[in-house]
Nanobody
Framework: QVQLVESGGGLVQAGGSLRLSCAAS????????MAWFRQVPGQEREFVAG????????YYEDSVKGRFTISRDNIKNTVYLQMNSLKPDDTAVYYC????????????????WGQGTRVTVSS
């Protein structure tokens, strides 16, 4: 079992930055694919970014490419999402997810989920 706890959300003005963290426990993440999703009330949860464990290959949803960066620190058992140039459309609850596989893409079957951290971007 893997427990995931997100942190770092909050209120920020458009154009600002936030860094989300996802701390894992119960198992090391060295061989686990990790990802970030987000969800707006009334909408489906959508893939934001993923990072594979074998070579740290990363994948991004088109609207966040060039603005968001996913990274992992296997020693700290933590995954990060650096979000720059934030827009009001980025407002959502952000979830960390983990999968017992190599690739962390939008169609990967994720086995573990965190409780989410809210990000609000004001215009």
């Amino acid at each position: 079992q893997v427990q995931l706890v997100e942190s770092g959300g909050g209120l920020v003005q458009a154009g600002g930055s936030l860094r989300l963290s996802c701390a894992a426990s119960g198992r090391t993440i060295g061989r686990i694919a990790m990802a970030w999703f987000r969800q707006v009330p009334g909408q489906e949860r959508e893939f934001v970014a993923g990072i594979s464990w074998r070579d740290s290959s990363s994948y991004y949803e088109d609207s966040v490419k060039g603005r968001f960066t996913i990274s992992r620190d296997n020693i700290k058992n933590t995954v990060y999402l650096q979000m720059n140039s934030l827009k009001p459309d980025d407002t959502a609850v952000y979830y960390c997810a983990a999968a017992n596989t190599v690739i962390a893409g939008p169609k990967t079957m994720y086995n573990y989920w965190g409780q989410g951290t809210r990000v609000t971007v004001s215009s």
